[in-house]
């Protein structure tokens, strides 16, 4: 499959390095153990969800968001991540987070990604855990139309965006 016809920005810092780690190597007397570091991608501390959001960020570009709507965890990578493309690319991004720990302490509620999220300007609601977090994507997409008529991309989970993702992986940049 010819990737290059996907439209994708190339924000990360790709390709990653390999780099040999020794001493784990030794200590589970071989194989050579090698780690890929995908620490390094950039975008607000790398990930390794830089390469899906190349592709997914491309197609929200594509078709005129203004707004990126996602989801995850208190602490999701993602979100971060997807907050600093949104950024960088001059779009709004809204972030539904998830509580999956039953943590209330500011500590993890406020700070690390959740911190990051708003620094990248992000707006981000909070819910319980709940069964159906994509009819509550598009429940917030409605919201955000109603409000502006904004164009939001939902980043709810969709067979094309699986397939993107899909092809990041593949392409291992």
């Given at each position: 499959?010819?990737?290059?016809?996907?439209?994708?920005?190339?924000?990360?810092?790709?390709?990653?390095?390999?780099?040999?780690?020794?001493?784990?190597?030794?200590?589970?007397?071989?194989?050579?153990?090698?780690?890929?570091?995908?620490?390094?991608?950039?975008m607000s501390t790398g990930g390794n969800k830089t390469r899906k959001l190349e592709f997914l960020m491309a197609e929200a570009r594509d078709q005129g968001a203004d707004i990126v709507l996602t989801q995850g965890a208190?602490?999701?990578?993602?979100?971060?991540?997807?907050?600093?493309?949104?950024?960088?690319?001059?779009?709004?991004?809204?972030?539904?987070?998830?509580?999956?720990?039953?943590k209330t302490d500011r500590e993890y509620t406020q700070n690390g990604?959740?911190?990051?999220?708003?620094?990248?300007g992000?707006?981000?609601e909070h819910r319980p855990v709940h069964p159906d977090m994509?009819?509550?994507?598009?429940?917030?997409?409605?919201?955000?139309?109603?409000?502006g008529g904004a164009r939001t991309q939902s980043r709810a989970a969709a067979l094309t965006r699986r397939a993107r993702s899909g092809m990041s992986i593949a392409r291992w940049s």
């Amino acid at each position: 499959m010819n990737l290059a016809r996907f439209p994708r920005v190339r924000f990360g810092h790709l390709p990653t390095p390999l780099e040999h780690l020794p001493n784990l190597t030794r200590h589970l007397n071989g194989p050579e153990i090698w780690i890929k570091r995908d620490d390094c991608t950039g975008m607000s501390t790398g990930g390794n969800k830089t390469r899906k959001l190349e592709f997914l960020m491309a197609e929200a570009r594509d078709q005129g968001a203004d707004i990126v709507l996602t989801q995850g965890a208190t602490q999701s990578n993602h979100a971060r991540q997807t907050a600093a493309f949104a950024a960088r690319m001059g779009m709004g991004c809204h972030i539904l987070l998830e509580d999956r720990t039953g943590k209330t302490d500011r500590e993890y509620t406020q700070n690390g990604n959740v911190l990051l999220d708003y620094l990248h300007g992000a707006s981000v609601e909070h819910r319980p855990v709940h069964p159906d977090m994509n009819g509550e994507m598009e429940k917030v997409a409605a919201k955000f139309r109603e409000k502006g008529g904004a164009r939001t991309q939902s980043r709810a989970a969709a067979l094309t965006r699986r397939a993107r993702s899909g092809m990041s992986i593949a392409r291992w940049s």
